[in-house]
């Protein structure tokens, strides 16, 4: 397992052509070892800008927090 830390925010397609948000949450364990806490968002997008615009308004997220799949 790598020790990176991933972006705070994934949007990814699922197999419906939908986009879909998901909020990834970082702690550490005794040995400062991240675990990483995924929670996929009900809502979907038609498009990746539109996540984006959702992540930002309700989630406070700014540029470069956001990665893709």
Do not use: C
């Amino acid at each position: 397992m790598s020790r990176s830390i991933p972006k705070p925010f994934l949007i990814a397609k699922d197999d419906e052509g939908a986009f879909r948000l998901t909020l990834r949450q970082v702690r550490y364990n005794s040995q400062h070892y991240p675990v990483v806490t995924s929670t996929l968002q009900p809502e979907s997008f038609e498009s990746a800008h539109a996540a984006r615009v959702f992540a930002k308004k309700h989630h406070g997220a700014v540029a470069g927090e956001f990665a893709a799949k």
